[in-house]
């Protein structure tokens, strides 16, 4: 098992930044990918930011040039530095984790979630 814990969330103007940190605890040497996910009111949960273990990173186009996924490996952290935020990234973040499950296939691990509220 892996338990994720999410925190830097907030409320922010339009232009600000905020930093997202997700600690991981438990089977970490499961895991092979890392990355933050977020949830806006009414709509599903898309794909922010991710990033292997071997560091290569993946970013949403409307992300792009704004966000930063990084991680820290010896410390089981991941990051998102935002940056340029805007109304329409408000959303709840939630960290995620994946590893093999053993059987072919992938298991995925969620932290609880922050919210991040973009004022305009």
């Known amino acids: 098992q892996v338990q994720l814990v999410e925190s830097g969330g907030g409320l922010v103007q339009a232009g600000g930044s905020l930093r997202l940190s997700c600690a991981a605890s438990?089977?970490?040497?499961?895991?092979?990918?890392m990355g933050w996910y977020r949830q806006a009111p009414g709509k599903q949960r898309e794909l922010v930011a991710v990033?292997?273990?071997?560091?290569?990173?993946n970013y949403v186009d409307s992300v792009k040039g704004r966000f930063t996924i990084s991680r820290d490996n010896a410390k089981s952290l991941v990051y998102l530095q935002m940056n340029g935020l805007k109304p329409e990234d408000t959303a709840v973040y939630y960290c995620?984790?994946?590893?093999?499950?053993?059987?072919?296939?992938?298991?995925?691990?969620w932290g609880q979630g922050t919210q991040v509220t973009v004022s305009s």
């Open positions: 438990g089977s970490i040497f499961s895991i092979n990918g």
């Open positions: 995620n984790a994946h590893g093999p499950n053993g059987m072919g296939g992938r298991r995925d691990y």
């Open positions: 990033i292997t273990s071997g560091g290569s990173t």
